[in-house]
Structures are given as structure tokens and as C-alpha cells.
Nanobody, 119 residues
Framework: QVQLVESGGGVVQPGGSLRLSCAAS????????MGWFRQAPGKEREFVSS????????YYAESVKGRFAISRDKTKNTGYLQMTNLKPEDTAVYYC????????????WGQGTQVTVSS
């Protein structure tokens, strides 16, 4: 089991930026995907982005392409989600999650961090 701890949420104006972090407890975090999901009030949780921890391949939801960037620092076992040009519709609780490359679904989840985009 992997413990995941998110940080970096907050309140930002439209057009602003935030960087979320997700620290993973597992010492050797190889053959994993780290993903970011979000859930807005009254809506289902949705996929935002993911990264292949070993090779660095990245994936994005269409709604965030060109505005969000996922990355990881292997030396710190920490993943990041850089969010730019934020919009009110990006307001949600953001969760990071992990799965092995052979899992069909994400099995370990962080506690979530609130992102609010408002003027």
C-alpha cells in the first residue's frame, strides 16, 4: 500500500496558477502510475492527468490540455500538477492516486486538497 499526501491547494482568481504536490511513501515507486483526479460539488470524480512514473509518459483530460502539466521528481518520490490559466470550472477537490502498471484501477488515494477558482 502506498500512502499519498497532497498539498498546494487554495483559492486563486481566474487566470491564476497553482501547483499541487503529491508525496508518495513508497521508497521504490517504480512500475507505477500516479494520477490526478478531481471532484466538484454534485459531480462525479473525473480523471485529470496521469504520469508513468518510470518513463515519464503523460496523459491529460481534454478539458485541461494546454493548461495543466503533470511531472514527477523521482528523488523526492513526489508528483506535481502545475495548473495555469485556471477557470471557475476547475474548482474541485483534487486527489492524487496511484496504481501499478498492471492494475486496472487506482488503488491508493490521497486525502484530497481543495482548489477554488473565484474572483
Amino acid at each position: 500500500q502506498v500512502q499519498l499526501v497532497e498539498s498546494g491547494g487554495g483559492v486563486v482568481q481566474p487566470g491564476g496558477s497553482l501547483r499541487l504536490s503529491c508525496a508518495a511513501s513508497k521508497r521504490t515507486f517504480s512500475n507505477y502510475f500516479m494520477g490526478w483526479f478531481r471532484q466538484a460539488p454534485g459531480k462525479e470524480r473525473e480523471f485529470v492527468s496521469s504520469i508513468d512514473w518510470t518513463y515519464g509518459n503523460t496523459y491529460y483530460a481534454e478539458s485541461v490540455k494546454g493548461r495543466f502539466a503533470i511531472s514527477r521528481d523521482k528523488t523526492k518520490n513526489t508528483g506535481y500538477l502545475q495548473m495555469t490559466n485556471l477557470k471557475p470550472e476547475d474548482t474541485a477537490v483534487y486527489y492524487c492516486a496511484s496504481r501499478t502498471t498492471t492494475d486496472n484501477e487506482y488503488v491508493d488515494w490521497g486525502q484530497g486538497t481543495q482548489v477554488t477558482v473565484s474572483s
